[in-house]
T-cell receptor, first 114, second 113 residues
Framework: EAQVTQNPRYLITVTGKKLTVTCSQN?????MSWYRQDPGLGLRQIYY???????DKGDVPEGYKVSRKEKRNFPLILESPSPNQTSLYFC?????????????FGPGTRLTVT | AQSVAQPEDQVNVAEGNPLTVKCTYS??????LFWYVQYPNRGLQFLLK??????LVKGSYGFEAEFNKSQTSFHLKKPSALVSDSALYFC???????????FGAGTTVTVRA
């Protein structure tokens, strides 16, 4: 089954404790992206990747890091989480970064930072 | 920079009645427009898109949307709503040949039996 998977689905952590949210897709997609969803704000892009070893900032990259060492994986790293990073996070992938292709979303990771 | 507005936070309709979810956009050039739906505790699912061609686009689950360039709108419609259509709907826009997808704030649709 074609899908985007994220782990963990739920995470409660404390301020400053480094964490990684994994994302993997099995569709051989070139483009991958991370979003955060907050009430009343819709989805905002954190980082995206056009292909292996090619990443760039989205609208809200502060406090986040990413890497793309393999085509299928695109982990999101919070090196020193803060309470304002409490949010619902989605990973997405698309066959191309041209903008004309729909994105496939993972199930989401709900992160709480206390 | 592109932007999307969904003027209604909530839309409430009775089952069997027409459903409309409004979306307006701002972007340079001819836009790529999308609708996604999010069911509770799920990721977003693609419904339909407009890239070029016919202004009326048909998508999944009986939904359709009409691209109106003069009004910069891309309203989502369904002729006869179902209770199972109750969900959070997002409109999104991308400039042509660009990777960046911008989402609206979302509209919660409630269909009552």
């Amino acid at each position: 089954e074609a899908q985007v998977t994220q782990n963990p689905r739920y995470l409660i952590t404390v301020t400053g404790k480094k964490l990684t949210v994994t994302c993997s897709q099995n569709m051989n997609h070139e483009y991958m992206s991370w979003y955060r969803q907050d009430p009343g704000l819709g989805l905002r892009q954190i980082y995206y990747s056009m292909n292996v070893e090619v990443t760039d900032k989205g609208d809200v990259p502060e406090g986040y890091k990413v890497s793309r060492k393999e085509k299928r994986n695109f982990p999101l790293i919070l090196e020193s989480p803060s309470p304002n990073q409490t949010s619902l996070y989605f990973c997405a992938s698309s066959s191309s970064g041209s903008g004309a292709y729909e994105q496939y979303f993972g199930p989401g990771t709900r992160l709480t930072v206390t | 920079a592109q932007s999307v507005a969904q003027p209604e936070d909530q839309v409430n309709v009775a089952e069997g009645n027409p459903l409309t979810v409004k979306c307006t956009y701002s972007v340079s050039g001819n836009p790529y427009l999308f609708w996604y739906v999010q069911y509770p505790n799920r990721g977003l699912q693609f419904l339909l898109k407009y890239i070029t061609g016919d202004n009326l686009v048909k998508g999944s689950y009986g939904f359709e949307a009409e691209f109106n360039k003069s009004q910069t709108s891309f309203h989502l419609k369904k002729p006869s709503a179902l209770v199972s259509d109750s969900a959070l709907y997002f409109c999104a826009v991308s400039p042509p040949n660009d990777y960046k997808l911008s989402f609206g704030a979302g509209t919660t649709v409630t269909v009552r039996a």
